[in-house]
């Protein structure tokens, strides 16, 4: 293709975004025209996709991380002609129903590879999918999962705390085939990067390891280069690629309002004049679009042959490439934790809450080999790492990730792993500092991603280190979230029985709640149902009568209830106990069952070592609640719960009061 | 002193650390034993502290980031002679009612600066105090504050985003103040650092800007040295001060162990043979404590000479700086928010709800100049600048930091300037993105500092930017949060009173929560009394009759709640309009005035464009709810609102169904 080709290619990007953006009235030019000839020399010539099957498990994974800049993509996904971004698509850019949403969402099986907008996480998800990919390549050689991944990414995502922890742990693990694409304009929302940063980027990407290369970002064949370098490099690799933001727009390019100040017609008018673009809003030109077309179709034979790669790969082989590409659990699976949870029905001692956990999962260790567990340098008090290898520069098959302290990033990681597919993505720390990869979380819930983010240390329990590391607020918090399950097992019956379930869910993130400290047998009696998939049950019935009295419990308080139980039973007192895992599932459960197990005239009382925020729809009028009414304390643990008044006694004492 | 004594008064701190933890059966011996030379360094030749006057405005602040080694914290105040850490208070480390905490607990009139132990929070409080002496340094003049911020910081905090965040900041500000002592051991609790981090730390802080000394930690003439060359440099400094982790504990020293491995008897025998220290546990030397004691004294000339400054000041100045010490609001403060109360009442327009926030606070801009105001890059969609100037290198006297793309290291900034005092401080961004800050929310909320954590864009109203910025769970995950008062103001009027009530708060954090749309008036009829300050009130009362529906709404809802009344009235249904600006000062008010609102026989139906968790303490067991089920979508937002059922119609029906 001519020079003069490839500037048209780009100018489509360009009138595309403005014309969109225009009609809706508002969004954000600054990315689609400032860096529509690197888009363009990445997905004319670079990036291996299929726009027929945009979920190709071996394409290269394209995240604009500054999603600000969604009409860039859509521009890129029409024009590279993904069925689903016709031209009435980006008619209907941020009007409800478009698939052209104001910030781009989710959507594989249209080309879209994950949610971006809150800065940072695109990223952190990029390196997530280039762990990932490396972990899969090691699993299946070469050839199988062995591709790129890109990321465009902007001021505000390197600014970003999570940003910078991705910077420092993908340039220590040396992930060569994560290449970002950095629009370097020198602008942010409030005029100059200079009012806010000082430092050489390059320089602070230099000092984690990377391979970076400083380019002219309108220079399409220099961008090209720059690319071809980055992916020879064993580095990771970030092009500084020097832009104007809203390039195209004299109004308004290179200044503050470049951004996402508004554009108009006359905007419009004026850019068509000047970048010789004669044709109508929304029009593309026959050649143009025929160029671009092909460009779309440039991956065809690679396809072919890396069907022809996986066809011919050994049958158990491929049978299991297959499979964790369908996200399918494995035979046998369930039957590994059914065995534990009738072993763990029958121990005499008891292990720690979080200790259970890490049992469970090692004994899934071979049994599901895609899952992949990261860790923020707590390797010793959660045990999640146990017969696990490192992942690492030399041991791309380990699949325990070393995070240090970065749990944010750690979050974003996994999401971007479970986008990618083919793993199962764990993460691992305390509760108390779930706040730290809670925006990560959020992004997990919002795109409905597998992720299971365990946390260890989940109440006052902790004791001695004080309330910083004592969450009493977080449960309820997480239970906000939309579309998050959080689970808080009583035993190691329980756990396994969440674990099942979390497991199985494939629509959406759980979260998995553990004590430190011992959680004792409730659950004595061995059921083949998995109790806990209702979210809540009552685990031991009233006696001697109607009841009258219904005690929820979770976690480690329902050895608390059922202590406080044997106390109003032999006062006379008709009680009941129910425990309550994961009260999203409660929730979903129908109103005979929630109401049978509640107990429509029971007074209710909730124990929970946390706040009551949440816990009133089901304690309704007439009950009570024992737990936290703030921060924790420094302190042992019997001497704190005690000090709070979490004990038996001052459950029974809460019963007697609404009774 | 001589070299001798020297060492021996490091190795008190190392005693006193030992018997601590050995009594406590644990602890983090790791700091105390790795960092005690530089301590003593810090302590005894540079620190400027007065014991007998821990509150001394222009002392150096000293902040362990790295909390868990609190026993390092509670040996200098006890050996420096700080009246609430007598020997007692050691014997007790980590026991319930000690000041010897398992992390170091917010109490400046005892000695500690802030609460520390989630890591990365206290360097970049650390920041935070060091741009409030620069602020009050320009000010009040050199001599009146004009002190150094010294932080002690390990590995995890320089791996934490927020800490990246800060370095990055730090740097571009060029707080020349501010210096931080790393304790370089190359071990954390998973192993070798090398397991998590190859980047060269101390390059990352040069492209930062700042001054890097390496020096080795257990050599402490040279880690004086290069602590004077600290305070001599313009830039921001950073010693890397290479250490042993647990010196001292053979068995343990530079060990994975070192960290946090339980300490036996044994381990303290060996310890004292080895280091000749044939003391008692928690027995110091009558030599060395004098020597401390001595250390402790060191400042006592300046402090004399401070206090004469001030004494000379004229008087204005030395009022001003009386009042903003004490943190009391001047003459005059309330009168301006009447005022504009007054005026609001009768304006014909509607302001969107965050440029009501920022018409507010400029008024106050002169009224209250302790205020300073950090802003995540939203300068212009969040209003708060206005007539502040920008705090930068060249002008210390800006009252506004542009923070960039930076909303953790912004909270935690936030909350350094409350602890440091003098500054009122207020953080500004989009509430989809507070998750990133809420870290530090809960730093503030546990610490009780008086922070103004405000937030534009505050439910679907943000419209077509779509889900990712459009909160839905943040303002009940905030409400469930302890000693945080959540404000969510229906109007103008609300708005300047939630705004007093909100710079009244000494005790905790207010988060200030505004729609980014337009807020019509719904309190037309002006009433001296702060309404807003029980937390919730019958804005509209039922008419025609017996209350029947209360309808309880919030910010942006409040007007669809009385557009929702005025139709089920028609319909000879009594209803009322609540408005709930603040659950938490409602939540505090005695249950005949909350029965009175939420009217005892009513049925009682919540309107809030977010989610139902923690609404149904007010709903009950006949109620309803209209608001959000999930996260919300990209469109506009009069579509958003009918698709989601949060119009004055669906109330309708919400009611009716339930009456």
Redesign the interface.
Same mark, same amino acid.
Request: hydrophobic share 30%; charged share 25%; aromatic share 4%.
């Given at each position: 293709m001519s020079s003069i080709d490839t500037q048209k290619l780009s100018n489509a990007i360009r009138f595309l975004a403005i014309d969109a953006i225009v009609r809706?009235g508002?969004g954000h030019q600054g990315v689609p025209l400032g860096m529509a000839e690197i888009a363009t020399a990445l997905f004319t010539r670079h990036l291996k996709f299929n726009p027929a099957d945009p979920q190709w498990p071996d394409r290269d994974r394209f995240v604009l991380s500054n999603?600000?800049g969604s009409m860039l993509l859509y521009a890129l996904l029409h024009l590279t002609g993904y069925a689903n971004f016709g031209i009435d698509q980006i008619r209907t850019f &941020?009007? =409800?129903? !478009?698939h052209c949403?104001?910030?781009p969402?989710f959507d594989t099986a249209s080309g879209i590879e994950v949610?971006? +907008?809150?800065?940072?996480q695109g990223i952190a998800n990029a390196f997530g999918m280039a762990v990932a990919e490396a972990y899969l390549n090691a699993k299946f050689g070469a050839g199988i999962v062995d591709h790129y991944t890109y990321a465009f990414v902007g001021?505000?995502?390197l *600014?970003?705390?999570?940003? *910078?922890?991705m910077i420092?742990?993908a #340039?220590?693990l040396k992930l060569g085939k994560l290449i970002l694409c950095w629009d370097d304009n020198r602008i942010? $929302?409030? #005029?100059s990067t200079t009012? !806010?940063?000082?430092?050489?980027v390059s320089? /602070?990407f230099r000092?984690?390891?990377w391979h970076v290369v400083e380019v002219d970002g309108h220079d399409l064949e220099a961008v090209s280069d720059a690319l071809a370098q980055a992916k020879a490099d064993p580095r990771p690799s970030m092009l500084a690629c020097r832009t104007t933001i809203a390039r195209g727009i004299a109004r308004l390019q290179g200044q503050r309002g470049g951004h996402s100040g508004r554009l108009f017609d006359k905007d419009a008018d004026a850019a068509r004049n000047a970048m010789n673009w004669p044709h109508a809003p929304f029009e593309i030109p026959d050649d143009v679009l025929h160029s671009w077309r092909e460009a779309g179709r440039r991956s065809e034979d690679e396809y072919r042959a890396w069907r022809e790669r996986v066809a011919s790969l050994p049958a158990p082989a491929r049978a299991e490439f297959d499979r964790i590409q369908a996200g399918e659990l494995p035979e046998g699976w369930r039957q590994t934790l059914e065995t534990y949870k009738r072993d763990a029905g029958t121990r005499d001692e008891a292990p720690g809450g979080i200790m259970i956990s890490a049992e469970i999962n090692d004994l899934l260790a071979n049994v599901l080999p895609e899952r992949m567990v990261g860790?923020a340098?707590?390797?010793?008090?959660t045990s999640h790492k146990r017969s696990l290898r490192?992942f690492t520069v030399e041991d791309r098959g380990g699949a325990y990730v070393?995070?240090?302290? /970065?749990?944010?990033?750690m979050g974003a990681m996994a999401n971007g792993m479970a986008a990618h597919g083919g793993v199962i993505p764990l993460t691992v720390t305390y509760l108390? %500092?779930s $706040?730290?990869e &809670?925006?990560a979380m /959020?992004?997990a819930?919002?795109m409905g991603l597998p992720v299971k983010f365990v946390f260890s240390h989940d109440s006052i329990g902790v004791a001695?280190? #004080?309330?910083?590391?004592q969450p009493?607020?977080i449960l309820?918090?997480l /239970?906000? =979230?939309?579309?998050m399950h959080v689970f808080r097992p009583a035993d190691a019956v329980e756990a396994a029985e969440c674990w099942m379930l979390a497991y199985e869910r494939t629509s959406g993130p759980s979260t998995m709640v553990f004590a430190r400290q011992a959680l004792p047998l409730v659950r004595t009696k061995h059921e083949d149902d998995n109790r806990s998939a209702r979210g809540g049950y009552v685990l031991a019935e009233a006696e001697g009568g109607v009841r009258r009295v219904t005690l929820i419990a979770t976690g480690s308080e329902v050895a608390l209830a059922l202590a406080a139980r044997e106390q109003l039973q032999a006062a006379g007192i008709a009680t009941a106990v129910v425990s309550m895992p994961c009260c999203e599932r409660f929730d979903d459960e129908d109103a005979a069952y929630r109401s049978s197990v509640l107990g429509a005239d029971a007074v209710r009382v909730v124990v929970e070592a946390a706040?009551r %925020?949440?816990w $009133?729809?089901y304690i +309704?009028?007439r009950g009570g609640f024992v737990g =936290?009414?703030? %921060?924790g304390?420094?302190?042992?643990a019997e001497?704190?719960y005690e000090?709070f008044g979490i004990t038996p006694r001052h459950i029974v004492e809460e019963v007697k009061r609404h009774l």
């Open positions: 809706a508002e999603g600000h &941020r009007e =409800m129903g !478009s949403e104001g910030h969402e949610t971006t +907008g809150p800065l940072g001021d505000g995502c *600014q970003e705390g999570v940003g *910078q922890e420092s742990l #340039g220590h942010t $929302d409030d #005029g009012l !806010s940063i000082s430092e050489n320089e /602070r000092v984690a390891g860790c340098d707590l390797e010793a008090p490192a070393h995070c240090g302290v /970065r749990e944010h990033v108390a %500092f $706040d730290y &809670r925006p /959020r992004m819930a919002l001695k280190n #004080g309330p910083t590391h009493v607020e309820a918090s /239970r906000a =979230m939309p579309n706040v %925020f949440g $009133d729809r +309704g009028e =936290m009414k703030g %921060f304390a420094s302190g042992a001497a704190l000090h």
